[in-house]
């Protein structure tokens, strides 16, 4: 075996990119299952919700891969912790769509206001556009390494950071807006349905705010 | 021909071919892990480089004891040169084969002097040691990779300041690509006048190889890039850029090469030859052409049969090193060896290529170093000396006692 191929360790940014795919993948397909949700096409949707938790398994599964290669005796780029707590952020966007797919298959559809269920499609759509700027970020991220740490290339990166933090905002303030409706259509709805919807709710807004977190130790990788 | 002589060739051959199993391996693993060179293109050049290094450019003189490390007025019976010769040679070839087995880079220059200080403590004990010389030898293992390290780090950061900090990263590396090349240029203009063409005046080598050859690629460079930048990527054209330049940097490492370790393995020979053939051999001995022809062919089997494995695993196994990297671990490396050379410090190419690789992973240039490698080829640095002069000594004793 020879000692150059030892020395030069794998990379960890291409498997994270790999698995920042996936992780779009499962928000993409979380969104198509909220629309049949939303459409009230039930077959559809428990079809859909279930490859959500397929996907959320290739997520892990790269996850574990990255770890085991990311051993301590590494020198690398940027530090191995932050690396790691990434990774453990960006899975959890994958996490948190697989458990808004499992509150779409608990309860059986039943007559949901349009406009409740208008709010959460919007949450289930700029959730996509979270983990599409996280994706985007791990890959300017390599670049930031590639370039030397050059100014404008960070620069670039708070960009998208920003844009991450602000998608995740815009959430925040559909999901307030949500719980308000919930309790306005409290008569027209069941305790069980009002509670399903705020779980819905929640999770989907998880997506993003994991996003956000991912997006926080980018930030920390930058900065040392 | 004397029986003698006869082994002596037959194990500088050897050598020969295990320093192009092992260090010619080692100096094209850069060029070939940033993927500039195939591994078969890297046989190729490092074959007939190498060869053409010590054929045309290898010393027509050599000493009898390489680097002044035994004090040779005390060994006054002509079989003690003959038999530690043979003993220093068998056990430096033993030594490398072991590394390379274990992929280890060591030092072929170091794997010699232990095997010659080896047979020299046997024959007249420790005084006959120049400890002066030696203690050079053991400063080099410490400072070759550390002021390698030092160099790359800072060629890296100065490469990615002047290319990628700025607003327009294209533009800037239409400048600035040609401007290190060039630079690469002037070192490799003087190291061919220092290592290849054994020149002794730094600053002639600068002014009439270096800065001529520099400038002139500077040139070529920069109407060829603002003829035609290879993509509007920065990254992406850098690199590609870079990579052409790497194949010539490489090739350079491997005349370099050829030149300068040829006389590790034959300079022994030379000196059982001037026995066989004189009687006696005073400090220098001449060597005759036929000699480095067959150190030249013995590197370019060497990497044909063995190392070219080597090479293989390299580009197969190495997929995170870049172009921009590859020419800073070369062209540090090369600048760090010509000016030890200027020196006369007994510095190892090797060793400043492991120190160049840390150095710009400090400067966080690489994704991920291995730094549990480190370790170990430290220690294999270490024991370089002390093991070969150990098999050497062995040898020596069982050689003067049936010889």
């Given amino acids: 075996m020879q000692v150059w191929t030892k020395l030069f360790a794998k990379s960890p940014f291409k498997p994270l990119i790999k698995h920042a795919e996936v992780v779009i993948q499962t928000v993409e397909t979380l969104e198509k299952a909220l629309q049949a949700w939303h459409d009230g096409n039930a077959e559809e949707m428990e079809r859909l919700a279930i490859e959500v938790d397929r996907l959320e398994d290739v997520a892990d599964r790269i996850k574990e891969e990255i770890r085991d290669s990311l051993s301590s005796k590494l020198m690398m780029a940027v530090s191995r912790e932050d690396v790691l707590i990434y990774l453990h952020m960006q899975d959890k966007v994958a996490d948190s769509a697989e458990d808004t797919a499992k509150w779409l298959l608990v309860k059986s559809p039943c007559e949901i206001p349009t406009e409740i269920k208008d709010v959460i499609l919007q949450m289930g759509t700029e959730s996509i556009k979270a983990a599409k700027l996280v994706y985007e970020a791990i890959v300017q991220m390599d670049r930031v390494i590639e370039s030397g740490f050059a100014e404008n290339e960070i620069a670039r990166e708070y960009e998208l950071i920003r844009a991450i933090e602000d998608v995740e905002s815009k959430i925040d303030g559909l999901d307030t807006k949500l719980m308000k409706l919930v309790f306005e259509n409290a008569d027209k709805l069941d305790w069980g349905t009002g509670f399903c919807i705020l779980n819905i709710a929640r999770t989907i807004s998880n997506i993003s705010d994991k996003a956000k977190d991912a997006a926080e130790r980018i930030r920390l990788m930058m900065n040392k | 021909m004397d029986p003698w002589l006869l082994i002596t060739i037959l194990l500088g051959f050897a050598m020969a071919w295990a320093i192009g199993a092992n260090d010619a391996a080692n100096s094209m693993s850069t060029a070939v892990g940033a993927k500039a060179i195939t591994p078969k293109q890297a046989v190729v050049i490092a074959g007939v480089l190498e060869f053409t290094g010590a054929y045309f450019f290898g010393k027509s003189v050599t000493e009898t004891i390489r680097k002044g490390i035994l004090d040779p007025s005390r060994i006054t019976d002509p079989n003690v040169l003959i038999y530690g010769s043979i003993a220093a040679l068998l056990a430096a070839t033993i030594w490398l084969i072991i590394a390379t087995k274990f992929g280890l880079p060591v030092s072929t220059t170091h794997s010699i002097i232990g095997g010659i200080a080896g047979y020299g403590i046997v024959y007249a004990g420790t005084s006959i040691v120049n400890w002066g010389k030696m203690t050079q030898v053991v400063l080099s293992w410490i400072l070759s990779p550390i002021v390698g390290a030092i160099m790359a780090y800072l060629v890296f950061k100065a490469l990615t300041r002047s290319i990628f900090m700025s607003k327009n990263p294209v533009k800037n590396a239409r400048v600035w690509s040609p401007f290190w090349i060039g630079l690469a240029f002037v070192v490799i203009g003087t190291m061919f006048y220092i290592k290849v063409l054994h020149g002794k005046d730094l600053k002639a080598g600068v002014l009439f190889y270096g800065i001529p050859a520099g400038f002139l690629v500077f040139l070529i460079t920069y109407a060829l890039i603002r003829l035609r930048f290879p993509i509007n990527d920065p990254y992406i054209g850098v690199e590609s850029i870079f990579r052409r330049v790497q194949v010539i940097t490489s090739g350079y490492v491997a005349l370099a090469h050829g030149a300068n370790d040829v006389a590790n393995a034959i300079g022994p020979v030379a000196a059982v030859y001037a026995v066989a053939s004189m009687g006696m051999a005073g400090m220098k001995v001449p060597v005759p052409r036929w000699i480095l022809a067959l150190g030249g062919l013995g590197i370019a089997v060497g990497v044909a049969t063995y190392g070219y494995r080597v090479m293989e695993t390299v580009g197969k196994k190495i997929t995170e090193l870049t172009n921009t990297r590859g020419f800073t671990i070369d062209f540090s490396a090369a600048t760090v060896v ?34 549990s490698i480190l370790k170990d080829i430290v220690i294999s640095w270490f024991v370089t000396v002390p093991v070969a002069g150990l098999i050497s000594a062995v040898i020596f004793k069982v050689l003067m006692l049936v010889g």
């Fill in chain 2, 338 to 371: 010509l000016f030890a050379s200027w020196l006369g410090m007994p510095i190892s190419t090797t060793h400043t290529v492991v120190g160049a690789v840390v150095g710009v992973g400090l400067a966080r240039g690489i994704k991920a170093i291995n730094t």
